[in-house]
């Protein structure tokens, strides 16, 4: 099974700071590396397949790059709404899918 | 627009069972898999299994084989899982996950269900 370790767990910063979120899998899983969005009392939300296809309605402030094993995704300038946890999540060798622990970005 | 909606809440005893529907709608059923993904309280997300809606075919988690069922009913376009032998570690909201591609199962979730909250307790 393919272990994701995300860092920091937590990540305090301010609306208009840059976030970078890292994951890192314990084995390569290639390109195929997802990112979700996940407030509170909602489902999660894609934001990014494949490593950096962003997907349908997702802003040009998140991206995300990487491969084999360390895998980033960047929100450029933090909106009000970013304030969310995010998690990677792998289909590189499964089953089964597997996520990371998540990193909480909050507001400084 | 695409839609899952789950049933509602569920309290159980512990050894019981409890069975989830997830209703699809705004997309051709039978043409994309379908994944249940738990997150216990506090906690992270744990991926259960995934069904074919179209032959039925399923695989699950390791850790959950020979407690877990997903069936579905491609007349009412909805995907069951059914979780036996409930203990307190069962205790999580459950969701369903439509997998991103038609056709194939490519292991990532583009449209979530709402959740359904299942509590184990005595």
């Known amino acids: 099974e393919i272990v994701l370790t995300q860092s920091p767990a937590t990540l305090s910063l301010s609306p208009g700071e840059r976030a970078t979120l890292s994951c890192r899998a314990s084995?390569?899983?290639?390109?195929?590396l997802a990112w979700y969005q996940q407030k509170p009392g909602q489902a999660p939300r894609l934001l990014i397949s494949d490593a950096s296809n962003r997907a349908t309605g997702i802003p040009a402030r998140f991206s995300a790059s990487g491969s084999g094993t360390d895998f980033t995704l960047t929100i450029t300038s933090l909106e009000p709404e970013d304030f969310a946890v995010y998690y990677c999540?792998?289909?590189?060798?499964?089953?089964?899918?597997?996520f990371g622990g998540g990193t909480k970005v909050q507001i400084k | 627009q695409v839609q899952l909606v789950q049933s509602g809440a569920e309290v159980k005893k512990p050894g019981a069972s409890v069975k989830i529907s997830c209703k699809a709608s705004g997309y051709m059923f039978t043409s994309y898999y379908m994944h249940w993904v738990r997150q216990a309280p506090g906690q992270g997300l744990e991926w259960m299994g995934i069904?074919?809606?179209?032959?039925?075919?399923?695989t699950y988690a390791q850790k959950l084989q020979g407690r877990v069922t997903m069936t579905r009913d491609t007349a009412t376009s909805t995907v069951y899982m059914e979780l036996s032998s409930l203990r307190s570690e069962d205790t999580a909201v459950y969701y369903c996950?439509?997998?991103?591609?038609?056709?194939?199962?490519?292991?990532?979730?583009?449209?979530w269900g709402q959740g359904t909250m299942v509590t184990v307790s005595s």
């Open positions: 999540q792998q289909r590189g060798n499964w089953p089964p899918l597997t």
């Open positions: 996950a439509r997998d991103l591609v038609a056709g194939t199962p490519s292991g990532a979730f583009d449209v």
């Open positions: 084995q390569s899983v290639s390109s195929y």
């Open positions: 069904i074919n809606p179209s032959g039925g075919s399923t």
